[in-house]
């Protein structure tokens, strides 16, 4: 394994199918078997000989998500490759012509995008854009009779979500949202330990992913966003607590903390703390800000704990529990994030990143902010 902390260097087929074995014996809860079971139908796929045609994918928004990780990641899949690109940039365009290698032709302006219909060679279109404008090109990619990845967080309001699934489903398109972590070992074996009680019933969830932020972004621009840090990467710790303990909260209470700059978050929240509650009694006691550096998962259960340092991140993710270290190898999460697509479209497969989840994240988000705004517990 490579020394550099934040790359996520390739391993051998042998160590993947080891690595397979191990989580398999050990088992599996029902939330998290789905994801192993992508994961390891991606292990074997790396000594299979390659299929006949690959799941071709149009990356639609190619600021520094699509071009610092999807587009390296999709050299590295197994069943999927770059087919197109999207972009409002006509400079950016040529330069991932070039780089990529694409025809002229796998090249779209967002006024043209709709001609994508008639390019064979695209299955798939990943958005990649702002939140806000999620809806709109997941409708059009459907209408143009293509399958889609829409980033996290879906969409800004929970009617836009219900456009997109029944757009999707009219369409006879499959909707997957882009939560990586879905396919990432470390978090597979936090749900496995959490939903199986391997050690008792969890009791609480500890987690933060926050950064400092600079503003001039659209992050920044609520119009955009949707909103601060919690739609950004606050959204992580909110679907950790579900996929730890298998379970939707029931109620939630939250609190803006004061802005220590007005002006640099004149329009979204600077730091937002929540609680949920989970049916099972578990509360989980989350926080996320653009001001603060921290992203962990800590659970403890009745008889141990475990947690993750890093949680959440993609260039690399670590754990322990109280009964050991946990010891897998570094993937590269986007890589089998978008085969497992490619296997639902291919195979038949469960898509375990649905729409319906996207749908559920933006309600309970949205949830977070009126329990904040009114200081009042949100039941959902």
């Given at each position: 394994m490579a020394s550099?902390?934040?790359?996520?260097p390739s391993f051998s087929a042998s160590s993947r199918r080891s690595f397979v074995r191990t989580l398999a014996a050990a088992g599996l809860g029902a939330l998290a078997a789905p994801s192993l079971a992508n994961w390891a139908r991606a292990a074997e796929d790396a000594s299979a000989k390659s299929p006949q045609r690959k799941i071709g994918i149009a990356l639609l928004g190619l600021g520094g998500y699509a071009g610092g990780q999807l587009a390296p990641a999709l050299q590295q899949t197994k069943l999927c490759r770059l087919a197109a690109v999207v972009t409002g940039t006509p400079s950016k365009g040529e330069k991932w012509q070039r780089r990529y290698d694409l025809p002229a032709s796998a090249v779209y302006s967002y006024e043209t995008f709709d001609r994508i219909a008639d390019n064979k060679d695209v299955d798939v279109v990943y958005v990649v854009t702002p939140n806000a404008l999620h809806r709109d090109f997941v409708i059009r990619a459907a209408k143009a009779g293509k399958h889609v990845i829409c980033e996290k967080p879906m969409a800004t309001t929970v009617e836009d979500c219900d456009a997109m699934i029944a757009a999707c489903k009219d369409a006879k398109r499959q909707l997957a949202i882009g939560y990586r972590l879905h396919f990432e070992p470390y978090n597979i074996e936090a749900?496995?330990?959490?939903?199986s009680k391997a050690m008792g019933p969890v009791k609480t969830i500890k987690s933060?992913?926050?950064?400092?932020?600079?503003?001039?972004?659209?992050?920044?621009?609520?119009?955009?966003?949707?909103g601060g840090p919690l739609m950004d990467v606050g959204i992580y710790s909110l679907q950790a607590a579900c996929y730890v303990t298998g379970e939707e909260p029931v109620g939630i209470t939250a609190k803006e903390w004061p802005k220590t700059d007005p002006e640099r978050f004149a329009e979204v929240e600077?730091?937002?703390?929540?609680?949920?509650e989970f049916p099972s009694g578990a509360r989980a006691e989350c926080r996320t800000s653009y001001n603060e550096e921290a992203n962990y998962?800590?659970?403890?259960?009745?008889?141990?704990?475990f947690e993750l340092s890093p949680a959440f991140s993609y260039r690399g993710v670590g754990g322990k529990t109280s009964r050991g270290a946990m010891n897998f190898p570094r993937?590269?999460?986007?890589?089998?994030?978008?085969d497992g697509f490619a296997r639902t479209l291919l195979h038949g497969e469960p898509n375990i990143v649905p729409g319906e989840m996207g749908r559920r994240d933006v309600r309970l988000l949205l949830s977070i902010y009126e329990a904040a705004r009114t200081g009042k517990r949100v039941a959902v």
């Open positions: 550099d902390p934040h790359r996520d749900a496995r330990l959490g939903t933060e992913h926050s950064f400092v932020g600079s503003g001039g972004t659209w992050r920044f621009n609520k119009r955009l966003a949707g600077e730091t937002i703390s929540w609680t949920m998962l800590h659970v403890d259960a009745a008889d141990g704990w993937v590269t999460q986007q890589a089998l994030q978008m």
